[in-house]
């Protein structure tokens, strides 16, 4: 399976690309993941040509992208554009620099409550991550060899669950790529199609430890662009209680059962409020 490693994109970008359907995942802040069918609409959209580089990791090619330049036509001059004097051509200058200075204040104030919000809880995620993970090697007393042995059939057992079909190791992450999954209503038995996931396991228990990437569709719930059900557009899950179980395996390094239960998850459809929208998703062909 290939994979491609897209780089220096900031978010101006990877909205364009997300509004124009190409389907990608994050690597890191400003890097992201595409598979080789989203590659031509992806240089398309970034107005770039590309050469791929081979890196540490196997099955991911890193791009080094070429910028073309675009030519735009200058609109032509409306007979109703108003003409303005030196003195109010400055003042009216003043005031669009003003009220964007004004704007852009209030968005920078948002934001930074946000991040500190987003950082209290990241912090109080990886204290726990932290503190699980020593108590785990400070109670085991296998030897390193039995430790290393335990990890090698961790990763065969995961390699080997149903539905999963590869498994790629990052530096801090696990890539978990699945076939098809489904949900069923239980309000009619019906049987949806969801689609194919990365489930991306941050190691060391980061940004909420668990995401998923639905690779096949996105669908417009109660936001744009919703993984699965109880899946947000950034691949967190909506259900804290999930949150914690998965944080306490990872701290373990059960990542076999991290994967099982992140499956289970998506698949599992309620009663509540956003498992709902599963009538979103196309029905399963027979």
């Known amino acids: 399976m290939k994979s491609y490693i897209v780089p220096n994109l900031d ?28 590659l031509e609409n992806t240089l398309k959209l970034l ?36 003409q303005y004097d030196m003195a109010t051509a400055a003042s009216r200058a003043r ?3 003003l009220c964007s200075a004004r704007l852009g204040g209030m968005a920078k104030q948002a934001l930074d409550k946000i991040t500190s919000r987003k950082h209290k809880l990241s912090a109080a995620q990886d204290l726990f ?21 335990r990890f090698a059939d961790e990763y065969d057992r995961l390699a ?37 996931y990365l489930i991306m396991i941050r190691t060391d228990g980061g940004e909420d430890g668990v995401r998923w990437f639905n690779s096949t569709r996105r669908v417009r719930t109660v936001q744009p662009g919703m993984n699965a059900p109880r899946v947000y557009p950034d691949g967190t899950a909506c259900v804290d209680e999930i949150k914690e179980t998965l ?17 289970q998850f ?21």
């Open 160 to 196: 080997a669950i149903d539905k999963v079909k590869a498994v790629r190791v990052t530096n801090g992450a696990l890539l978990v790529f699945t076939d098809t999954l489904h949900a069923i209503n239980p309000k009619d038995g019906k049987r949806h199609e969801l689609g194919s």
């Open 129 to 149: 991550v932290k503190n699980a993970r020593h108590h785990f090697v400070g109670t085991n007393n296998l030897s390193e060899e039995a430790l290393k042995q």
């Open 47 to 82: 107005s770039a040509t590309a050469t791929e580089e081979a890196t540490e990791f196997e099955g991911f090619f890193k791009l080094v992208l070429t910028f073309v330049p675009t030519v735009t036509m200058a609109a032509p001059a409306s007979h109703h554009a108003r």
């Open 247 to 263: 944080l306490e395996l990872i701290a373990q390094f059960e990542f076999a059962t991290v994967t099982e239960l992140a499956i």
């Open 11 to 38: 978010n101006n970008d990877k909205q364009m690309l997300h509004d124009h359907g190409v389907v990608f995942y994050p690597w890191n802040d400003t890097d992201i993941i595409i598979d080789p069918a989203q």
């Open 95 to 97: 005031y669009i620099e």
């Open 266 to 286: 998506v698949e599992t459809v309620g009663e509540d409020e956003l498992s709902k929208f599963i009538e979103k998703w196309p029905l399963a062909r027979a």
